[in-house]
């Protein structure tokens, strides 16, 4: 009877009667067959599977975080330093190409060209009688981080419940029927790996590994799986490589992963010893209290925020049907999906210790996947981590901010090696070794600013939480980073002298008036990027009363950096020569860096340079790859445009049918690049969120760009810088009806409102005047940027805005309402 009645429920939630009030699943009316983007991604932040839901042959996609090609390596070119000289002779005298040959044979790298994630297996069970089954469904609970699949077969329901436990490192599948002693299945592993063993030792199915060889750097991670069930009745029988269950009425598997990785120097673990540590911690516990505990240790981060946007009818179908009608229909309910997604892949695949979300989170099943799921720090990583702070996860910001530290250890090699600079750098790529060469070729690689940019993630932590301890570890990095620009910056000669990055390039484009060279000097992305080290290192040292010399010295040189361009058409310069073709439609959009995620472009600080990216923006058009649609978000809600920010959700939120053409989302709601990039849904996430709410131009600005067909909506849980948090937000016809922020730092907080609020005691609040007084809202003054004589730019049309200053004490919460 328990379970007909969990079977009428799991009925009643296909028909969208009894879900939950957010409606917070993904859920299906059919398998994922042979397809992996339509499998269902769950993970620890250390362990992960990919759960297909097919009913005869389940697969059950294995991945652990440090399962990597290759070993410890270092990838630096000594041949750099050497032809340093004469490249930025050729760029200086616009011989770009003939430059860009001699760094492809000086400066890209003779040996690796950067490792790859790879998968360790699939523990695959086969169900034999299966293949006509009726009233199947298969969701993803976010709220909970459980996949289910329900089937029914000859009359018996037969379910599987899958999670990734954040309280015990370990997966667990729970196997039911609805009569007794009729569930029966065999269970084995499979791998791509060219090293590999399988065995089944007592009763424990094993699987060991070691992985591959990749650009002369030999594999040495060796990886470890243990499967282990656990039945109420039945038997168990084994093969060498295979068990067997039959005639029990529940089984609960679990799944132990680990390598002897110990960091990117040290792989001296003992994987056996992990595994077998991790499986019996676990295995003695209940189903019931392993899912109660893996619950709360999920919902520990998840519940910090909730969205509501509305709901319509659209939400009684289908996850894969909403998304098909998403574009033509009023289907606000699955934008809060799609966020509170984006975060429930940031939960699952970032946890403090472990290693950073790459280039697809922690899921992957090919040995050699796309783009080596590497790190790639031109955008993609970064964008990984864009809703970290924001969206109230501080905490899985971790492993990020860990790795931008040790590049800032590996990078000084390269920097001096190859640069004969002090300080450190990294150029595009890097992997989990931290290598920190240039690869690929020098029309992607021989870029300069990875480590710079990496490196304000640090500062942007600090920011969020005010914590000075955390700030003081960082300041190492921060200081590197801006060291290694002091000695590598030139003067142009040809630009009154700038002091300009050279080479550099403006990652992955290339003006048509270079020869379909990528490389120049001083472009403005490179630039903007300087500008932002030298003012963080400048800020730290303040903070921390360090390096008053040092301090001095970045100010004169962060004077003679080259100032933003407007160029002929009205556009933001990508490079310092006029040169943008309006035609362009390039992914890339590298220069409108200073829009976002830097905060050097404003709407109410630097108009001239707001407008001119908004023409920029229009110039490159909307539809492009998944990723790079997802920091269009952003960029149209910082200009304060939710129409087009919408615009641009709608086609991310487009089905992906191919590995063709412009991006969109694959049916388990990935990010299609295409392929599966998952930095798009990270971007999303964080621009949805500065629809609702910014915190980088010198105020918390509420509603800056709500669409119009978000009239009404609420939310609740989001951070803004120095500490403030957005305990509650509501709107209602577009119009803001009440505010409750806690002030965890103290200080003074300053509101841009859309329309007049007042205090909860009725009193009418202080207009703001003057620059913010919170240290944590200081802003650097964007130099004022020259202007062609050709343009005809126009200062920018605003809505109107409130701008409230009120004193805030460390705990306290501040309520505002109509």
């Known amino acids: 009877m328990k379970h007909v009645f969990s079977f009428c429920l799991l009925l009643l939630t296909q028909f969208g009667y009894s879900q ?13 067959g042979t397809k992996w983007e339509n499998a269902l991604p769950i993970g620890n932040g250390r362990q992960a599977a990919m759960i297909y839901g097919n009913v005869e042959k389940e697969i059950i996609q294995l991945n652990e975080h440090t399962v990597w ?45 950067g490792q790859m994630f790879q998968p360790v297996g699939n523990l695959n069970l086969s169900f034999e009688g299966h293949q006509n089954y009726t009233d199947y469904y298969r969701e993803l609970d976010i709220e909970k981080a459980i996949s289910t699949t329900s089937y029914v077969v000859n009359g018996i329901t037969y379910s599987r419940e899958a999670f990734a436990s954040f309280a015990d490192r370990v997966i667990v599948v729970r196997l039911t029927a609805s009569k007794a002693g009729s569930l029966a299945f065999t269970t084995n592993y499979s791998s791509p790996h060219k090293i590999k063993k399988f065995s089944v030792k007592n009763l424990d199915l094993q699987i060991n590994g070691t992985t591959s060889d990749q650009d002369g ?18 038997k168990i029988a084994k093969t060498d490589t295979s068990l067997s269950i039959s005639e029990t009425t529940a089984a609960t598997i679990f799944i132990s992963i680990a390598s002897n990785f110990n960091n990117y120097h040290d792989i001296s673990g003992d994987e056996e010893k992990r595994a077998e540590d991790y499986m019996n911690k676990a295995f003695g516990k209940t189903f019931a209290n392993l899912k109660a505990e893996h619950i709360k240790g999920y919902q520990k981060y998840f519940n910090r925020v909730k969205l509501d946007l509305g709901t319509t009818d659209a939400t009684k179908l289908p996850t894969d049907e909403r998304l098909n009608n998403f574009r033509n229909t009023n289907d ?83 920097a001096k090696d190859m640069y004969g600079a002090r300080g450190w750098m990294a150029h595009h790529n890097t992997d989990i070794w931290r290598a920190t060469g240039a690869i690929d070729g020098a029309f992607w690689g021989m870029w300069t600013a990875g480590g710079g940019w990496v490196s304000q993630h640090l500062w942007e932590h600090y920011l969020y939480t005010g914590d000075k301890a955390f700030l003081a570890s960082a300041y190492p990095a921060l200081k590197g980073a801006a060291q290694f620009y002091v000695d590598f910056l030139i003067p142009h000669p040809n630009k009154n002298n700038w002091l300009v990055v050279n080479p550099g390039n403006s990652p992955e484009n290339a003006p048509a008036a270079h020869d379909g060279s990528s490389l120049d000097a001083g472009v403005t992305m490179d630039n903007q990027i300087v500008f932002d080290v030298f003012n963080t290192a400048i800020r730290a040292a303040q903070i921390l009363k360090k390096d008053a010399s040092f301090i001095d010295t970045l100010r004169i040189m962060k004077a003679k950096l080259p100032p933003m361009h407007i160029g002929q058409h009205n556009q933001l310069q990508e490079w310092l020569d006029d040169i943008d073709d309006p035609n362009d439609k390039h992914r890339h959009i590298s220069h409108l860096y200073g829009l976002y995620p830097s905060n050097q472009i404003s709407a109410y600080r630097t108009p001239e340079l707001f407008e001119a990216s908004k023409n920029s923006l229009i110039y490159r058009g909307d539809v492009s790859t998944g990723w790079s649609m997802g920091w269009k978000v952003n960029w149209w809600a910082k200009l304060q445009d939710g129409n087009h920010a919408y615009k641009l959700i709608q086609n991310q939120l487009t089905p992906i049918g191919n590995e063709r053409g412009a991006g969109g989302t694959y049916n388990n709601l990935f990010d299609a690049h295409p392929p599966f990039q998952i930095d798009g849904n990270f971007g999303c996430t964080s621009g949805i969120t500065e629809m609702l709410m910014q915190s980088d131009d010198g105020a918390i600005h509420l509603l800056p760009a709500l669409p119009d067909v978000w009239p009404s909506g609420s939310i609740s849980g989001l951070k803004a810088r120095g500490g403030f948090e957005i305990m509650e937000m509501v709107w209602k016809d577009s119009k803001l009806i009440k505010l409750v922020v806690k002030s965890s730092l103290g200080g003074n907080l300053r509101l841009r409102l859309p329309n007049d609020l007042k205090l909860a005691n009725g009193a009418t609040l202080k207009e703001a005047k003057g620059e913010n007084s919170n240290p944590f ?19 920018p049309t605003l809505a109107a805005t409130k701008l409230y200053d009120i004193a805030t004490q460390k705990g306290q919460i501040i309520t505002l309402s109509l």
């Open 20 to 32: 939950s009030s957010q409606n917070l699943k993904l859920w299906y009316k059919q398998p994922s």
């Open 69 to 113: 090609s290759g070993s410890p390596n270092r990838n630096d070119n000594p041949e750099a330093l050497a032809a340093l000289p004469e490249i930025r002779k050729m760029i200086f005298e616009g011989n770009h190409k003939e430059a860009e040959k001699l760094a492809n044979k000086a400066i890209i790298t003779k040996k690796s060209h």
């Open 217 to 234: 750097v030999k594999g040495m991670v060796e990886f470890k799986g243990i499967t282990r069930i656990k039945l109420e009745g039945g």
């Open 332 to 414: 606000p309910q699955m934008v809060a999906l799609y966020y509170q997604f984006g975060r429930y892949l940031l939960i699952s695949s970032s946890q403090p210790g472990g290693q950073a979300a790459n280039l697809q989170g922690i899921w992957n099943n090919r040995l050699s996947p796309p783009w080596d799921s590497k790190y790639t720090i031109n955008i993609n990583a970064e964008m990984n981590y864009w809703p970290a702070e924001k969206t109230n996860l501080s905490e899985l910001h971790e492993p990020f901010l860990q790795m931008v530290k040790d590049l800032s250890i590996t990078g000084q090699q390269t």
């Open 777 to 795: 809202y200081f802003l650097n003054e964007t130099a004022k940027p020259i202007i062609s004589e050709k343009a005809s730019i126009k200062a």
